[in-house]
């Protein structure tokens, strides 16, 4: 399943349902579709924040493995990694910490795998999640 998004925050009211119905149709455990909403929601927020794409090109790509589904996110914005930006200071008072970089921590955390690649001007992030 390929879902195009909007280029605004307030456009991207679809991921949730989406990927809802993807996982009640492929029989995804609900903590497992839970965990893709906030990895989808996440990743296309930092696409839209800070693509800084003309005309910007956002979409995920949902598909099962055996008791796995990867969620592929594309984008034609500046070239971004997620993998390579710190781990988020959590050992740091809230208040020390500097703003940013949880939604990247969950992202990681909820992930069994996450890979970056830059094809063709665009960047592909993939998560997978076993359960």
Do not use: W
Not at 8 to 37: F, K, Q, W
Not at 91 to 109: C, K, M, N, S, T
């Amino acid at each position: 399943m390929i879902v195009q998004l909007s280029g605004e925050m307030s456009g991207n009211s679809v991921i949730g349902p989406a990927i809802t119905s993807y996982g009640a149709t492929h029989g995804l455990p609900s903590g497992i579709v839970d965990r893709l909403c906030l990895i989808v929601d996440e990743l296309a927020a930092n696409v839209i924040m800070h693509a800084q794409a003309d005309s910007l090109k956002l979409s995920f790509q949902l598909s099962c493995g055996h008791r796995s589904v990867t969620v592929c996110v594309r984008d034609n914005g500046h070239p971004f990694d997620p993998t390579q930006v710190a781990a988020a200071r959590l050992d740091q008072p809230i208040e020390e910490r500097e703003v940013g970089g949880l939604g990247l921590h969950f992202v990681r955390a909820f992930s069994d795998s996450l890979d970056y690649r830059r094809l063709g001007g665009e960047n592909f992030v993939r998560a997978t999640l076993r359960y």
